[in-house]
């Protein structure tokens, strides 16, 4: 990891790059070498890197996807003077896959096509396709109902295509919000595929490198973040990323199981709000469990975390209105597995995935998470 570390943190001597690629580099390397700290970008990054040196070759399409629509990426560099391209990721010492990344044309449907049709005739190479925003998905629907979600059991085919589809309410409005994490969950059943939402830059890590690891393909969703690439506590150390695997569930270890009286089940961006009121106000008698694997869904490692909670009440919370993210889908499954009621802290449903306004969104914010942790 260190060696991959320093190649892709290196640029060439004698060019002329932009000197907020040379800061961002020079951070890229300290995140490693000086802080310990790994952020979204640099672990994603780094797992890519792992894979070129197992002789898999990785693939990424897209709109903005060189930089990364949110700028965590930076695949690819120009130099100031020239349009002269550099990419670290091919410049790893005793590498032998090859890394490939585009921009796309703006067709989602017509790119998403070709990266199924590609995985699906290389399945050593890890294939991904990422939405701008993750609503720009349904601009593929027929493909990922018709071939993604359905292809297996109607004609045996396996494939290993991955879509990161960047989802998180951040007060962007309607159509920068969500990446309607309920329309894939409903699309679920017999083992079709991955539905993921991890939060630390280390499970994300170790996701993407399981999908080449499996003995068998499978099309993996995940719910990437927008805000949390830069969020403090979204940091990962290396020792995680050298160790260890995916972890389908979290549980939290700022709380002592005896004192708990009520779990908050979560998955994704929502749970740095609830960490923030709980370590702000002090609570201690309310546990945060997060859900980084969706489906097929961790029913046994759940019920061993919430064992430590015998007495518990159980409340899923979701930033999405109730008719939409994973909640209606979760309700029965989880009911079924706790053994328990369980109760409901989010939005109210809504025809339109999130407000138009800012202000609205944060008062919504605020009182979720205010209900998350009344509610009885």
Request: hydrophobic share 40%; net charge negative; charged share 25%.
């Given at each position: 990891?260190?060696e991959?570390a320093?190649?892709?943190?290196?640029?060439?001597?004698g060019?002329?790059y932009?000197?907020k690629i040379?800061?961002l580099m020079?951070?890229r390397?300290?995140?490693?070498?000086?802080?310990?700290?790994?952020?979204w970008g640099?672990?994603?990054?780094l797992?890519?890197?792992?894979?070129?040196?197992?002789?898999?070759?990785v693939r990424?399409?897209?709109?903005?996807?060189?930089?990364?629509?949110?700028?965590?990426?930076?695949?690819?560099?120009?130099?100031?003077?020239?349009?002269?391209e550099?990419?670290?990721?091919?410049?790893?010492p005793?590498?032998?896959?090859?890394?490939?990344?585009?921009?796309?044309?703006?067709?989602?449907?017509?790119?998403?096509g070709f990266?199924y049709?590609y995985?699906?005739a290389?399945?050593?190479?890890?294939?991904?396709?990422?939405?701008q925003?993750?609503?720009?998905?349904?601009g593929?629907q027929?493909?990922i109902d018709?071939?993604?979600a359905?292809?297996?059991?109607?004609?045996?085919?396996?494939n290993?295509?991955?879509m990161?589809?960047?989802?998180?309410?951040?007060?962007?409005?309607?159509?920068?919000?969500?990446?309607?994490?309920e329309r894939?969950?409903?699309?679920?059943?017999?083992d079709?595929?991955?539905?993921c939402?991890?939060?630390?830059?280390a499970n994300?890590?170790h996701?993407?490198?399981?999908s080449?690891?499996?003995?068998?393909?499978?099309?993996l969703v995940v719910?990437?973040?927008?805000s949390?690439?830069r969020?403090?506590?979204?940091?990962?150390?290396?020792?995680?990323?050298e160790?260890?695997?995916?972890?389908?569930v979290l549980?939290?270890?700022n709380?002592?199981?005896?004192s708990v009286r009520?779990v908050?089940?979560?998955?994704?961006?929502v749970?740095f709000?609830l960490?923030?009121?709980?370590q702000?106000?002090?609570?201690k008698?309310?546990?945060i469990?997060?859900?980084e694997?969706?489906y097929?869904?961790?029913?046994?490692?759940?019920?061993?975390?919430?064992?430590s909670?015998p007495?518990?009440s159980?409340?899923?919370?979701?930033?999405?209105?109730?008719?939409?993210?994973?909640?209606?889908?979760l309700?029965p499954?989880?009911e079924?597995?706790?053994?328990?009621?369980?109760?409901?802290?989010?939005r109210d449903?809504a025809?339109?995935?999130a407000?138009?306004?800012?202000?609205?969104?944060?008062?919504?914010q605020?009182?979720?998470?205010?209900?998350?942790?009344t509610?009885?």
């Amino acid at each position: 990891l260190k060696e991959i570390a320093t190649a892709i943190t290196s640029l060439p001597e004698g060019k002329k790059y932009f000197n907020k690629i040379k800061r961002l580099m020079d951070d890229r390397n300290a995140m490693v070498f000086d802080r310990n700290a790994l952020d979204w970008g640099m672990a994603e990054l780094l797992a890519y890197g792992t894979l070129l040196t197992e002789n898999h070759n990785v693939r990424i399409s897209g709109e903005d996807v060189e930089r990364g629509t949110f700028s965590h990426r930076h695949a690819i560099v120009k130099l100031e003077d020239s349009e002269e391209e550099y990419c670290p990721l091919n410049n790893i010492p005793g590498k032998n896959g090859r890394f490939a990344i585009y921009n796309s044309l703006l067709s989602e449907y017509g790119v998403l096509g070709f990266d199924y049709g590609y995985a699906m005739a290389s399945p050593e190479t890890l294939t991904i396709w990422e939405a701008q925003f993750g609503d720009f998905a349904n601009g593929a629907q027929i493909m990922i109902d018709q071939f993604i979600a359905a292809a297996e059991d109607k004609w045996k085919l396996q494939n290993g295509l991955v879509m990161l589809l960047p989802h998180g309410y951040e007060g962007q409005g309607a159509e920068h919000s969500s990446a309607r994490l309920e329309r894939f969950l409903q699309l679920c059943a017999e083992d079709n595929m991955a539905i993921c939402n991890p939060t630390t830059p280390a499970n994300h890590f170790h996701l993407l490198r399981r999908s080449m690891h499996w003995s068998f393909r499978k099309p993996l969703v995940v719910m990437t973040p927008k805000s949390l690439l830069r969020h403090p506590k979204v940091v990962s150390p290396l020792s995680e990323l050298e160790k260890g695997r995916f972890e389908e569930v979290l549980s939290d270890v700022n709380v002592k199981g005896k004192s708990v009286r009520k779990v908050l089940l979560c998955s994704g961006k929502v749970y740095f709000d609830l960490l923030e009121k709980q370590q702000t106000e002090k609570i201690k008698d309310v546990a945060i469990v997060r859900l980084e694997q969706l489906y097929p869904f961790p029913g046994e490692k759940l019920n061993r975390i919430l064992a430590s909670y015998p007495g518990a009440s159980l409340c899923w919370v979701q930033e999405e209105p109730e008719n939409m993210g994973a909640w209606r889908f979760l309700h029965p499954i989880l009911e079924e597995t706790t053994g328990r009621s369980i109760l409901y802290a989010g939005r109210d449903a809504a025809a339109s995935t999130a407000v138009g306004s800012l202000a609205v969104h944060r008062i919504e914010q605020k009182q979720l998470i205010e209900d998350a942790f009344t509610l009885n």
